[in-house]
């Protein structure tokens, strides 16, 4: 089994464990042993379903304002973790693949495995919203058509992205290929970076 037939049940696990209530302040439930990279796969995709809604949620032209500032923090806030996530799922790959030499004409890859795993992550959320629209009974056939037409694209996008992630760690088992590992540094959140924060 690839890495990507291990994730995408893991995600779609997480995806619909959401939907049972559908509600951005339920807590989380991960069934996966606390350290495993199935538990952070499950974490992981819980952040950016929860983050999902908090998007659609912000959008609401009649929200109040003082609401809606209170849900941007906390939008920022859950950027941050899913950020923190990414990188804890790449030391992951760096442990796992401590012991490969890479090879003298190794090259590295444009993004990093964990990056790569957070777009299939997102790239699940997409399928599932889709197909929801898809299956609605109170849209127009143009609607559904049309949706259709963009789940079947988000499919083959899934089909490709797979294909590629695990192309890639197959690489770098074999030392085709060699990861590095590059903190965000996001300066925006930091007080002493952000002129902001700390001209106050």
């Known amino acids: ?5 291990r994730a995408m049940p893991i995600f779609e696990q997480a995806i619909a ?3 049972v209530t559908d509600n951005v302040d339920q807590p ?8 495993s990279i199935e538990f952070y796969l499950y974490l992981k995709n819980w ?19 003082v609401a809606g500032m209170t849900l941007k923090r906390r939008i920022d806030k859950s950027n941050q973790d899913r950020t923190d996530l990414v990188e804890m799922i790449d030391s ?23 990056w790569a795993v957070d777009r299939l992550s997102i790239l ?31 499919l083959e996008q899934r089909k490709d992205l797979s294909s590629a992630i695990d192309q890639l760690l197959d690489d770098i088992a074999a030392g085709r290929k060699y990861m590095k590992v590059y903190k965000q540094m996001k300066m925006y959140n930091d007080p002493s ?6 001209k106050k």
């Open 1 to 5: 089994m690839t890495f990507t037939q």
């Open 17 to 19: 464990d959401y939907h």
């Open 28 to 35: 989380i439930h991960n069934p996966y042993v606390q350290g």
């Open 47 to 65: 952040i950016d379903t929860v983050q999902w809604h908090f998007e659609d949620l912000i959008r609401d032209p009649q929200i109040d304002p």
């Open 92 to 114: 992951y790959f760096l442990d796992f693949y401590k012991d490969v030499k890479p090879q003298a004409d190794a090259v590295i890859n444009t993004e990093s495995p964990a």
């Open 124 to 154: 699940a959320l997409k399928i599932y919203h889709m197909r929801e629209q898809v299956a609605r009974t109170d849209a127009s056939a143009e609607h559904i058509a049309k949706c259709q037409q963009k789940l079947d694209v988000l």
């Open 193 to 198: 970076t952000n002129p902001i924060l700390y």
